[in-house]
């Protein structure tokens, strides 16, 4: 019987794992066996300063995906639980795009795992640009430089109570 429940426990670890799934408020699951690259360090600490909240428990890593992918939020669920998190970049995307893109990638990735954050419609354009950090393509530099501030304003409401 033990080794009846073994099994099931490990059978549910290895296929529990999906995207984008809610994460309990205040518990932090355990983090997969690697850390962090640290070439994501100025990025979270970007995201925890507008967020205002720690997300150094998810650990960030750069990896081969599939085409058209540029980055996924990973949750190990076992039932309702979340016992892991953890996001992956598309390396040949890291390398290929601009510095606001990758921030945009980051937030965008941090926004589902952290945030519990979902995409936004496609449909939700502001002067032909998508309306949120949480689009599901990354945004062109224009759209990033040209609106920023109001990504910010949507993704992390309250965040100018931070500025003195």
Not at 56 to 85: E, W, Y
């Amino acid at each position: 019987m033990k080794h009846c429940a073994f099994f099931l426990l490990v059978t549910m670890l290895t296929v529990c794992f999906q995207t984008c799934a809610p994460i309990d408020d205040g518990w932090k699951p355990a983090s997969p066996p690697f850390q962090t690259d640290p070439v994501f360090y100025p990025y979270i600490n970007d995201f925890e300063y507008y967020a205002r909240i720690d997300a150094s428990f998810i650990p960030i890593r750069m990896n081969k995906l599939q085409p058209g992918t540029a980055g996924m939020c990973h949750k190990l669920h076992i039932g309702d639980v979340i016992v892991a998190v953890y996001i992956e970049i598309n390396k040949s995307t890291w390398e290929n795009i601009t510095e606001l893109q990758k921030n945009n990638l980051i937030f965008h990735e941090l926004g589902h795992c952290a945030l519990n954050r979902g995409h936004t419609s496609l449909n939700n354009y502001v002067d032909m640009c998508p309306s949120s950090f949480m689009h599901e393509a990354i945004l062109s530099d224009y759209c990033l430089q040209e609106n920023y501030q109001k990504y910010l304003d949507e993704m992390f409401p309250g965040w100018r109570a931070n500025e003195i």
